[in-house]
């Protein structure tokens, strides 16, 4: 049996098993808005996040029309929504990628 300092892993270790299902409990319960005392799941929270997305998305390509057109006249106030937009995809992708890392990781887990 595998030995770390101060843990014992194997089958005779049900820490490690009440540790996921305690960690399951906690991402079922919802988490409170700070901004509207609402309370959030963890699926409202993601959905959110890329309503957001995709709404800067939205704002991005109606800049670049309007530039297109002759509405707006400063590029800056088009190249600041469209890296806005950019950068707020890289984090979702990021968050995503990283969320299937974690999926994955507990999958390989011995139970």
Do not use: C
Not at 16 to 29: A, K, P, T
Not at 47 to 74: H, P
Not at 83 to 92: D, N
């Amino acid at each position: 049996m595998a030995q770390i300092p101060g843990m014992q892993i194997g089958a005779q270790n049900p820490q490690n098993i009440n540790q996921v299902q305690g960690f399951q409990e906690r991402l079922s319960q919802p988490v409170i808005d700070s901004n509207s005392n609402k309370y959030e799941t963890f699926q409202e929270t993601l959905n959110g996040f890329i309503k957001n997305v995709n709404d800067l998305q939205a704002e991005a390509g109606r800049s670049v029309e309007m530039l297109l057109t002759g509405e707006i006249k400063d590029v800056h106030d088009v190249m600041i929504a469209v890296e806005k937009a950019g950068t707020s995809f890289e984090l979702m992708m990021e968050i995503r990628n990283k969320m299937i890392e974690a999926y994955h990781e507990i999958l390989r887990m011995q139970v």
